[in-house]
């Protein structure tokens, strides 16, 4: 839920760099979300104190590093903006460029993490890398149910990448970047419906 914080990042980003005017209820809204954030990144770090400080500490790191990612996926909106409104560029053609630089430097990226040893638990796979790209294959081959899981992921995440650019064009970075958080309300909600999560304790 930490991920509502884009919503204020994309907001002051697009004070400025594109000049947007924030009207009153636009920093009303904005207030109640900085409050809303702060109240589910305090009970996390808090919920996870276990008398000695160590979990808390990596909680609070944890918060500080979704924020952080939520600086660069507000710039990314503010910067779409700035170039779909500035030249003639069609979504699906912008989709299919991140796409196609995403390739390319995985394509560099996962050979090199394959030769990184990594012994964190959780992290690490079953070969001591950080990554292992034939294991991944294996298990895809092994495992049908994973390979259509991995096609549906491609689809829908393809489909939520050109709706969102669509919606930077002919819109802005800012409502993107609402609609974007409503995701997390949705999997909530989907959740709850389905039985996996509590209403209460989460």
């Given at each position: 839920?930490?991920?509502g914080?884009?919503i204020?990042?994309t907001?002051?980003?697009?004070v400025?760099?594109?000049?947007?005017?924030?009207?009153?209820?636009?920093?009303?809204?904005?207030?109640?979300?900085?409050?809303?954030v702060?109240?589910v990144?305090?009970?996390?770090?808090?919920?996870?104190?276990?008398?000695?400080?160590?979990?808390?500490k990596?909680s609070?790191?944890?918060?500080?590093?979704c924020?952080?990612?939520?600086?660069?996926?507000?710039g990314?909106?503010?910067?779409?903006?700035?170039?779909?409104d500035?030249?003639y560029l069609?979504?699906?053609?912008?989709?299919?460029?991140?796409g196609f630089f995403?390739?390319?430097?995985?394509?560099c990226?996962l050979?090199?993490?394959?030769?990184?040893?990594?012994?964190?638990?959780?992290?690490?796979?079953?070969?001591?890398?950080?990554?292992?790209t034939?294991?991944?294959f294996?298990?895809?081959?092994?495992?049908p149910?994973?390979?259509w899981?991995?096609?549906?992921?491609i689809?829908s995440?393809?489909a939520?990448?050109?709706?969102?650019?669509?919606?930077?064009?002919?819109?802005?970075?800012?409502?993107?970047?609402?609609?974007?958080?409503?995701?997390?309300l949705?999997i909530?909600?989907?959740s709850?419906?389905l039985?996996?999560?509590?209403?209460?304790?989460?």
């Amino acid at each position: 839920m930490m991920r509502g914080a884009i919503i204020v990042i994309t907001a002051l980003m697009s004070v400025i760099f594109l000049g947007r005017k924030q009207h009153f209820h636009h920093i009303i809204s904005i207030a109640v979300i900085v409050t809303g954030v702060a109240l589910v990144g305090y009970c996390g770090i808090k919920a996870s104190d276990d008398g000695d400080g160590g979990k808390s500490k990596t909680s609070f790191f944890g918060v500080m590093v979704c924020i952080v990612s939520q600086l660069f996926a507000g710039g990314q909106f503010v910067v779409e903006e700035k170039l779909l409104d500035g030249y003639y560029l069609d979504p699906l053609f912008v989709v299919g460029c991140e796409g196609f630089f995403g390739l390319c430097y995985y394509c560099c990226l996962l050979p090199i993490f394959q030769q990184i040893p990594c012994t964190t638990v959780g992290l690490c796979g079953d070969a001591g890398k950080v990554d292992d790209t034939t294991l991944a294959f294996h298990q895809l081959g092994e495992f049908p149910i994973l390979l259509w899981m991995s096609f549906g992921i491609i689809v829908s995440i393809a489909a939520f990448n050109a709706t969102g650019v669509s919606i930077t064009k002919y819109a802005s970075a800012a409502q993107r970047s609402t609609i974007d958080t409503s995701r997390t309300l949705l999997i909530w909600i989907v959740s709850i419906a389905l039985g996996n999560e509590d209403w209460i304790t989460g």
